[in-house]
T-cell receptor, first 113, second 115 residues
Framework: KNQVEQSPQSLIILEGKNCTLQ??????????LRWYKQDTGRGPVSLTI?????NTKSNGRYTATLDADTKQSSLHITASQLSDSASYIC????????????FGTGTQLKVEL | GAGVSQSPSNKVTEKGKDVELRCDPI?????LYWYRQSLGQGLEFLIYFQGNSAPDKSGLPSDRFSAERTGGSVSTLTIQRTQQEDSAVYLCASSRGPQGGNEQFFGPGTRLTVL
């Protein structure tokens, strides 16, 4: 069973609309949770990183939330742009904390005109 | 360089051949990681280097896989006697240090296709 599960698997939205991507994890213990954006044919690029004590972190139009009690995180994208089309990957540092990362399979987002 | 670089960007090989994948981390980054991304799967951790030593190689799927790092910089991932199931994108990342809070910067990956 994947320790980091994301939903939906894929999503299509119109340009300018908002969307929210979900991440549930069972990795324990964990030290931080990250959201990465991966364009096709490129390596993942970090959007946000939150420790277990943080509830929310913003990076421009991207806002991540974290509920460490329920082990859930979300990534909200506002006023979507065509360039937001990519895979969004939830990544948990652990098990055991430190540098070992456990990756979700990602949500494939497509923004259309 | 400005970022993590990997070469080659694409590699097509025949089953049974050996391949070498190269990673150049960001200058000054002591930690280096190798991951594998198979179609429809999340990134899978392979091995982690701190300097030239590999304190965690638990993700290497078989003894056909090995990696080394020299001079605390360039790393090479070697796959011997490649199999079709080795086909994947191999990603390298580096970070300033091994602590969990350090951001990992990824290279563009090497797409390996085993025929």
């Amino acid at each position: 069973k994947n320790q980091v599960e994301q939903s939906p698997q894929s999503l299509i939205i119109l340009e300018g609309k908002n969307c929210t991507l979900q991440c549930n994890y069972t990795v324990s213990p964990f030290s931080n949770l990250r959201w990465y954006k991966q364009d096709t044919g490129r390596g993942p690029v970090s959007l946000t990183i939150m420790t277990f004590s943080e509830n929310t972190k913003s990076n421009g139009r991207y806002t991540a939330t974290l509920d460490a009690d329920t082990k859930q995180s979300s990534l909200h994208i506002t006023a979507s742009q065509l360039s937001d089309s990519a895979s969004y990957i939830c990544v948990v540092s652990g098990p055991g904390g430190g540098n070992k990362l456990t990756f979700g399979t990602g949500t494939q987002l497509k923004v259309e005109l | 360089g400005a970022g993590v670089s990997q070469s080659p960007s694409n590699k097509v090989t025949e089953k049974g051949k050996d391949v070498e994948l190269r990673c150049d981390p960001i200058s000054g980054h002591t930690a280096l990681y190798w991951y594998r991304q198979s179609l429809g799967q999340g990134l899978e951790f392979l091995i982690y280097f701190q300097g030239n030593s590999a304190p965690d190689k638990s993700g290497l799927p078989s003894d056909r896989f090995s990696a080394e790092r020299t001079g605390g910089s360039v790393s090479t991932l070697t796959i011997q006697r490649t199999q079709q199931e080795d086909s994947a994108v191999y990603l390298c990342a580096s970070s300033r240090g091994p602590q969990g809070g350090n951001e990992q910067f990824f290279g563009p990956g090497t797409r390996l296709t085993v025929l």
